[in-house]
């Protein structure tokens, strides 16, 4: 089965290299049903405004609660993650006991044009899913390093190369992974 996956990009940046791993990941995994979710126009998070949330807020949480699974591609800054993506984590974990991303199986990747793909952002972003209590798929690991040199075509797909053979390896993995818990969850009900 195909399954619906919504990817959260970690760069709001109209050429960001993350958009186009992204962008590569929704073309070439043809076992998965990919949407990017808007994340630039959600307003910080604030505690004041769990009541009245923004309706930026809503239409987020709203996309990630019709995915079967959730997938970040996320550049790394200042050895971390992005504010933006923490941001939009935050917004979907709340109100407390009603997280978007409860229980809802994960991948994680990062792009970067440096050598160490991300490492600090990929695992910070670990670190909160633990919190959420999202089961994330552990291998393959994705820490995309020097992907400046990568060539993308006009719509920002990877062309031919290695990278692209990582990206259709983890797809595959991500497909199996999301039906092993959906599987799992279900015989437990
Ligand atoms: C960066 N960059 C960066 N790269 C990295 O590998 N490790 C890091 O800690 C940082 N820190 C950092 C901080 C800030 C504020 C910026 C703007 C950038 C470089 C970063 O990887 C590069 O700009 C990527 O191209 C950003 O990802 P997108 O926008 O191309 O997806």
Redesign the pocket.
């Known amino acids: 089965p195909s399954h619906k996956i919504a990817i959260i990009v970690g ?1 709001l ?1 109209k ?5 186009k791993v992204a962008k590569s990941i929704c073309a070439f995994a043809e076992n998965l049903d990919c949407t990017i979710v808007e994340i630039g126009d959600l307003p910080l998070f604030n505690q004041d405004l769990e009541g009245t949330p923004p309706a930026a807020w809503v239409r987020f949480r709203q996309d990630i609660r019709a995915a079967d699974g959730v997938l970040f591609v996320t ?6 993650i992005p504010g933006v993506l923490k941001n939009a984590i935050d917004v979907g974990s709340r109100p407390y006991g009603q997280s978007v991303f409860f229980k809802k199986p994960g991948a994680i990747v990062s ?4 050598m ?1 793909g ?1 490492f ?1 952002a990929n695992h910070q972003v670990r670190q909160a899913c633990v919190f959420l209590d999202m089961p994330v798929m552990q291998h393959p690991e994705a820490y995309l390093g020097q992907v ?1 040199d990568a060539s993308f075509d006009e719509g920002g797909c990877l062309k031919d190369g290695d990278l692209k053979d990582l990206i259709r390896k983890l797809s595959e993995a991500f497909h199996d992974w999301v039906d092993v818990i959906i599987r799992a969850r279900a015989a437990l009900a």
């Not at 050429?15 to 958009?19: A, E, P, V, Y």
């Not at 550049?75 to 971390?80: F, K, L, Q």
């Not at 792009?111 to 440096?114: E, F, R, T, V």
């Open positions: 760069s940046r050429d960001s290299l993350n958009l550049p790394e800054y200042n050895r971390g792009a970067s044009p440096g160490i991300g600090g400046s």
